[in-house]
């Protein structure tokens, strides 16, 4: 059994965009970088994952997601497509893993873009929610920290840029090691 520990940063519609509905989904929220770090039982790093996926529906980056994530229209232009990055992830993963995150909002969009691409979700296992598991195991209030907030509370220095999929998930990792 391994852990994953995932991340993704998405793009979102500008003021003036529509995003596409497709398969039931419209496009709210469409995944442009993946980031992963896989973990052994022993919470030993196995290897990681990182992409960046060529969107389909928000093909423009959005101007806020583009200062926040540092991903630009040329990086999302060369990326490769939803499916082959699934593809990829899926054999990253292997058969037996968990998937853990920080926060609600990773599992949600990646079934909504899965069912977008009209692409199976059966193969999703069970998801844990480590900042609920940060607030319970360091006994504080039973609401939402940052991934910031829970860094320093664990004086772990990330020396790299947040609001990048592969270092957000390399830094729940570093926290996942302390719970």
């Given at each position: 059994?391994?852990?994953?520990?995932?991340?993704?940063?998405?793009?979102?519609?500008?003021?003036?965009?529509?995003?596409?509905?497709?398969?039931?989904?419209?496009?709210?929220?469409?995944?442009?970088?993946?980031?992963?770090?896989?973990?052994?039982?022993?919470?030993?790093?196995?290897?990681?994952?990182?992409?960046?996926?060529?969107?389909?529906?928000?093909?423009?980056?959005?101007?806020m997601?583009?200062?926040?994530?540092?991903i630009?229209?040329?990086?999302?232009?060369?990326?490769?497509?939803?499916?082959s990055?699934?593809?990829?992830?899926?054999?990253?993963?292997?058969?037996?893993?968990?998937?853990?995150?920080?926060?609600?909002?990773?599992?949600?969009?990646?079934?909504?873009?899965?069912?977008?691409?009209?692409?199976d979700?059966s193969?999703?296992?069970?998801?844990?929610?480590?900042?609920?598991?940060?607030?319970?195991?360091?006994?504080?209030?039973?609401?939402?920290?940052?991934?910031?907030?829970?860094?320093?509370?664990?004086?772990?220095?990330?020396?790299?840029?947040?609001?990048?999929?592969?270092?957000?998930?390399?830094?729940?990792?570093?926290?996942?090691?302390?719970?």
């Amino acid at each position: 059994m391994n852990y994953i520990v995932l991340d993704m940063e998405w793009n979102q519609p500008g003021y003036a965009d529509t995003a596409l509905c497709r398969n039931g989904v419209c496009m709210k929220n469409e995944i442009i970088q993946i980031g992963a770090v896989k973990l052994t039982e022993n919470k030993e790093k196995a290897g990681v994952f990182e992409c960046i996926i060529k969107p389909v529906s928000l093909t423009s980056m959005n101007r806020m997601i583009k200062q926040l994530t540092g991903i630009t229209d040329e990086m999302i232009d060369k990326g490769e497509s939803f499916e082959s990055a699934i593809e990829r992830f899926k054999a990253f993963c292997g058969d037996e893993f968990v998937i853990l995150i920080w926060g609600y909002d990773d599992i949600r969009i990646l079934k909504s873009n899965l069912m977008f691409h009209g692409l199976d979700t059966s193969w999703l296992p069970a998801n844990y929610n480590l900042q609920m598991i940060f607030a319970s195991q360091a006994n504080l209030e039973r609401r939402q920290y940052s991934l910031p907030f829970a860094l320093e509370h664990y004086e772990i220095s990330a020396d790299e840029k947040l609001h990048d999929a592969l270092n957000d998930a390399i830094s729940t990792a570093f926290v996942c090691y302390h719970l």
